[in-house]
């Protein structure tokens, strides 16, 4: 296995010189020693094993250490809380999250629990059922932090008769529900622009409750309390009208998915993922006390990290509750290493102990190596601009160090103490035929398997362009989440979730009255019917138009929009005296009547057309509106652009990843040519993993930002593995290129498809995960992990082949100087 | 329309008279302290009391300025007169004239409202624009005046009948000491289900209310400052600054100099004179 940049120097060893070592170790025997030291080639190797000495000697030190180290850390999960809002995804400063904000404080806060209610019999306008609407719309306004409730029941209807003019519920309190009167309320609400296919469907089978909720943001507690309260409301609601489906979406019930999911992962994936590592552990370690002592590796690992993440005062969200999850997939591949080779010893007849300094010595720098890289992968997350994911590459890194620490020190440590039983002369011989064979082959066939892969990777890279990226969000969460599945219902038979919003301003106070700005308002919304993907456009001047007909005695010739400002500005002033409680104008205009907004209800759209359609608008708004700059905004227009942002973002990231991942490998090879060799293998599989996805999956969202970095931390790992082998045979063992290729697969190649199985089953099962985001990103993780390891045994070796061969018949010098410090996992 | 305007009770039937009638007996109104007074009987006194104290008045006008903020400190100004007639029949409310003077292109709009105690407003609106006046039926007693954080029921006339009482305790307020004191609204459209109102010792000036909602949330609050006595006897408070706690808006009322007894009449106060109100 690997190779790692060990210190010449015994006195900047790990742990101590190597006379300290020989003087003392108390349950290390000379013979132990000796033989370690016998196959020691280098100074880091000797430093290595006077480590090893060391931790054995102060063994119950080292125990009590790690579990004091780990439980000091998990005090700190206390702390720890989900969060429920979705602007955890935006960075303080996302431009589309400030523009949200700023309409936000100009008009009313757009929060809201929607009860989306269809009667089995398809009938709205039935007596039984209006009545219950009626009564679920009064009860919601004792849902908590509500500020308003819209239903068809309170629709403020306005009618005239003669010079009177009535305002009031369209289905009042009192009202007695005949056939006459159930007739004149279907006939307004299905008439009325604001009304359907937003609050009424237009096949009058769907109807909403929709109820503003105003946070006060106070405590993490308060979508919890709504969501008490309004589940409460739908259980009565479905035990008093059996006869009636209700769902329930909006923006509370989502923020209130993001901890459902979060939660339900937690609780899935986990033991999910621990299933995986008892098989892992029963196929390689075989080995009660093995298998137990990684147990609590990489439980203490975990425990840790977000014992740690607890005292960073982290809140989980679904991207970093899958860190345990990455964690324990990398945890358990530093704590088979070491277990596989020190079994594999013992069956050879080592002793205990001398069997542990040797996996020590062969996997320290491996290990270390695999942990640095990953760090950094992990840690390059803090570059994306969604903070989730920061927190995710914080916690992952936490834990990846501390699995480090636990395999080198706890876990020797527990073995020594522990009794360990295996049969002796099962080992040795492991089967690396296959293994010879695949050198073979790559070796006789060079130039074809070259050629195919290149072409391979090169008709993979062609299919990225055609990935979509797509974020909308209702699909971030599996159908098997309520949320999902309330909103999927209300999306198909009323309306969905996504809205975009435009604030059009006059440039005067009071403005919205004028007639020129009205007609243009009014024009863009004409405008705005005719875009595809737009389901409802709910503007002010319907309002204008049917005031300017009540105020005409109700003449139709009337519903248009008044000629005169201050005719307009009256009927405006005459309609806000008219509105009861809570059903003010404040969420359509401004205080200053200088700007309305424009509300558009998309269909079941990919954030790619909303973009579209946003384009499109602001084109429009350019030519049409050049007084006042207008940008759509809308937790939806957020999301539209969080892949895109978080991409740049993470463009610096994943660079910085790339650079310090690619000088920690050449400092690890020592050698700047193969350094440089490996960059190919390293990027190769994140081209191929994306082209796999293009054609298979076709649509990604948010994990493809991060996806790169995070892989690359882990894929480098074989590469180096390979080289580190292959620099060996060249340079210790004097081989050709041919010979060192050789070498090279049957000393690692066992164990790098091994490792790449561990990994991949650990990434693939955050296909489990409830969250598309985890999902999406567990399964390129496990792709690009798998071709990685093809990558190292097809394209890595004929490039070697071709390379370093070319490079000999020049007559240039060999494989130079630099030593490595490599072990072989013989 | 006045804020605060006392008034006649209604003929209350059974105890409320007994205790309003025990109490005018006794002329021990400054501190209703009565012996064995339950926390009920003494909040509706201290209301009666208050109202007592602003009998008489006749009629009066003044000129406001409405200043309405929004969360991001945007601001919008209305200016707009408002005349009131005392009503001596305590089943009635009083009537009020509000004309608009700003924004220009609402000037010289006027609504007329003759209120009632536990029933929606009679309510005229004058559009010069339309140069026609249209009678609103709405339930808008509740809802925002013009889209200030006033409601309407907030501004108009503070009947002692519109409420049922309960006194809660006495505490300082400012430099003065206060009764504070439950009222819940009789009327059933009414968007609160309570307001706590402190009401000062020595005049029974309303000084702070705070208002909760239909679901008994405290969504704003009211405060009354530069109060001026005129008449000797009648006390107006002239700036009046309401925050709504939920939305973060808040309003501000700036009172000019009120004229009382100016001469109005109940014709004044018809719909068919509210196209020549000025």
Sequence with gaps: MPAQPGDQEPQTGAAGSAEKTTNAPINTSEDDLSLARSRARTGFDRSVISYAAWVLRWRWAALIFCILVAVAAASGARHLGFTSDYRVFFGDDNPQLLTYEALQRTYSKDDNVSFVLKPDNGQVFSPEFLTALRDLTDEAWQVPYSTRVDSITNYQHSFADGDDLTVQDLVGANLELNPAEIQNIRTVALGEPLLVDKVISGDAQTTSVNVTITLPQKSEDETAEVMAYANQMAEKFRADNPNVKLVMTGVIPLNNAFNQSAKSDLETLIPTMYGVILLVMVILVRSATGTFTALLVIGLSVVTAMGVGGYMGIKLTPPSAIAPNVILTIAVADSVHLLVTMLREMRKGASKNAAIIESLRVNFGPVFLTSLTTVIGFLSLNFSDAPPFHDLGNISSVGVAAAWLYSILLLPALISILPVKVKAGQGGAEKAAGMDQLADFVIENRKPVLIVMILIVVGLGAMIPRIELNDQFVKYFDTSLEFRADTDFATENLSGVYQVNWSLPSGESGGISDPEYLAKAEAFSSWLKTQGGVAHVQSLTDTFKRLNMNMHGDDPAFYKLPEERDLAAQYLLLFELSLPYGLDLNNQINVDKSAMRVIVTTDDISTNQLRTLEYAAAAWLETNFPAGKTEASSPFVMFAYISQRNIIGMLTGTVTAFILISLSLMFALRNFRLGVISLVPNLVPIIMAFGIWSIFVGEVGLASSVVTATSLGIIVDATVHFLSKYQRGRRDRNEDVEGAVRYAFSTVGTALWVTSAILVAGFGVLAFSTFRINEDMGLLTAIAIAVALIADFLLLPTLLLTVDKRRKQRGEANIGAPQIATKAAE | ?278
Excluded at chain 2, 4 to 31: E, P, Q
Aim: proline content about 3%.
């Design chain 2, 1 to 278: 329309m006045t804020f605060y305007k006392k008034h006649h009770t209604r003929a209350h039937s059974g105890l409320a008279t007994l205790i309003v009638t025990a109490l005018a007996v006794t002329g021990a109104l400054a501190t209703p302290a009565a012996l064995a007074e339950s926390p009920e009987e003494k909040g509706l006194a201290i209301a009666v009391e208050a109202d007592k104290r602003d009998l008489g008045w006749v009629d009066s006008e003044a000129e406001l300025k409405m200043i309405l903020t929004n969360r991001n400190g945007e601001t919008s100004t209305r200016e707009l007169r408002i005349k009131t007639l005392e009503v001596q029949d305590p089943d009635v409310g009083d009537k009020s004239l509000t004309i608009f003077d700003h924004p220009r292109d609402i000037e010289g709009t006027a609504f007329l409202s003759h209120t009632k105690i536990t029933e929606p407003d009679d309510q005229w609106l004058y559009l010069p624009a339309l140069k026609r006046v249209k009678r609103i039926s709405s339930a808008n007693k509740s809802g925002p005046f013009v889209g200030s954080e006033f409601a309407y029921e907030d501004l108009i006339s503070q009947e002692v009948a519109k409420y049922t009482y309960k006194w809660l305790r006495d505490e300082a307020c400012g430099d003065l000491q206060c009764f504070v004191i439950e009222r819940f609204p009789v009327y059933e459209n009414s968007g609160y289900t309570k307001q706590v109102v402190w009401i000062d010792q020595e005049e029974y000036r309303a000084m702070k209310i705070d208002f909760y909602d239909r679901k008994d949330s405290l969504l704003k609050t009211l405060v009354n400052a530069d109060y001026k006595e005129y008449l000797d006897q009648y006390w107006r408070a002239h700036t009046l600054q309401m925050d709504n706690h939920q939305t973060g808006k808040s309003t501000t009322l700036t009172f000019e100099e009120y004229q009382f007894k100016i001469g109005s009449n109940e014709g004044d106060f018809t719909s068919n004179r509210l196209k020549r109100a000025r």
